[in-house]
């Protein structure tokens, strides 16, 4: 779907914001977001630029959930059925994304937001880069990426990731980024899978998209998207990139990254920029969401009846993880534990609940790590191993971290003891209070 179809959804059925009034793309668009959280805001009016801008779009699973006609407990089955049941999208010739296709790049006529004020510039932080290799084919994934001057960026190229190995292997990539994408593309290119998969057979499993060939690179990119900038990034190539707000809310270190060289641009007529908050829900919800079925089949494959999965936005939506399970063996929840870690490698603490407990209540969460759970048999402490760039406080440049287990779940013989909460009446309120 085109994003501006979503968003006038969005305003026919009263959830979006309009803001009229001119505002700027330094700093002024990210503080209304931030003050407006979750709810989506469009914005028509900015005072650098001509284009339209709109954010907090995917900022909750519930939203993500609205967008493909489901309820929320069905997303982790819905992404499961995409992953293992890919399919090649429909090439056109035509696409919305290159209705206009400019002569000469100038990064300053286009929305990329000032974030903050400690930003080391305007960032790029929701586009879906395309990039492809001779020997695996193409990949789908995020990379932020910071304006350095009116043809170039700096992009975040995070080490082992597919676009990493890329890079390493053949010195330079050609890529499209892609900016303003509705959440078929957006979650796949999220997606944690085997290098060689092509992401966007992925995000046409969950909803048909369309492909269409880039204008300068050899790359299929989503032929709906809002705005595409072609170019290429040369591994060799360094420029400092950063301060920037990381998933963690905290402030990530100034690095030397490659250099993007934008080198096409193209765009829809009535484009409107797709703005993501870095650190926020937004973020964090298209960061953790499209883990939690990779997590779920892997606590699956170690016999465990699993039945949710939650990376909790406590834990900034990547380092923490919450298991819901029908407990059948009394090992179950440390066999749990040992499926999470190895399905999200970034991890940093895992707890196993029983099916009565809600997951995503924090309240019935802690009662039940008050309740049932014994340091001394159901703590799983991990020799230090690599985890998450993200954790500031994980080793510096080797990530090692001390990962941490925690079983939840009420012993299968209780001993006489009573690990339920017990239940209160039912009453119809209006009988007694009621006119």
Not at 99 to 128: A, Q, R, T
Not at 374 to 399: F, H, M, N
Request: glycine fraction near 8%; charge should be negative; proline fraction near 5%.
């Amino acid at each position: 779907m085109i994003l501006e179809k979503h968003i006038q959804n969005l305003a026919k059925e009263g959830k979006l914001t309009t803001v009229h009034k001119t505002i700027s793309k330094n700093l002024e668009i990210a503080g209304v977001l931030k003050s407006l959280e979750p709810e989506p805001v469009l914005f028509e009016s900015v005072k650098e630029v001509d284009f339209r801008v709109a954010g907090n779009l995917f900022c909750t699973k519930g939203q993500i959930a609205d967008y493909f006609g489901i309820k929320t407990p069905e997303i982790i089955p819905t992404l499961t059925a995409s992953i293992e049941n890919r399919s090649p999208p429909d090439v056109v010739e035509k696409a919305a994304c290159q209705e206009v296709v400019v002569n000469g790049v100038d990064l300053d006529k286009y929305p990329i937001l000032l974030h903050n004020v400690i930003d080391g510039g305007p960032y790029i932080s929701s586009g879906v880069v395309v990039s492809a290799d001779s020997e695996y084919g193409q990949n789908l994934d995020f990379h932020r990426a910071m304006q350095i001057s009116k043809e170039k960026m700096v992009t975040r190229v995070v080490r082992g990731r597919d676009f990493h190995k890329f890079l390493e292997r053949n010195g330079e990539v050609d890529v499209a980024y892609c900016i303003g994408n509705t959440a078929e593309v957006l979650v796949a290119g999220a997606t944690s899978v085997k290098t060689g998969v092509n992401e966007l057979e992925i995000a046409n499993a969950l909803k048909p998209i369309k492909v269409v060939k880039a204008k300068t690179v050899d790359l299929m990119i989503p032929a709906d998207c809002e705005f595409v900038f072609e170019g290429r990034v040369v591994l060799e190539e360094k420029h400092d990139e950063g301060p920037f707000i990381d998933l963690t809310e905290t402030v990530d270190v100034v690095r030397q990254e490659p250099i993007f060289e934008v080198k096409k641009i193209t765009h829809r007529k009535t484009a409107i920029w797709q703005g993501l908050l870095p650190g926020r829900s937004e973020h964090k919800v298209l960061m953790g969401m499209p883990r939690e079925p990779t997590v779920f089949r892997s606590v699956k494959e170690k016999g465990v009846k699993v039945l949710d999965v939650n990376i909790t936005p406590g834990g900034s939506s990547w380092l923490h993880i919450a298991i819901q399970v029908r407990k059948e063996h009394e090992d179950d929840g440390l066999k749990a534990i040992e499926g999470a870690f190895e399905g999200h490698r970034s991890a940093k603490h895992v707890w196993v609940y029983d099916e009565d407990i809600d997951i995503y209540n924090e309240e019935e969460r802690e009662w039940a790590m008050a309740t049932r759970f014994q340091g001394d048999v159901d703590l799983l402490i991990k020799d230090p191993e690599p985890g998450s760039s993200l954790d500031p406080s994980a080793e510096p440049g080797t990530k090692m971290t001390t990962k941490i287990g925690f079983d939840c779940t009420k012993a299968l013989d209780t001993k006489g003891k009573s690990f339920d909460k017990a239940d209160f009446p039912e009453v119809d309120l209006k009988k007694f209070l009621g006119e």
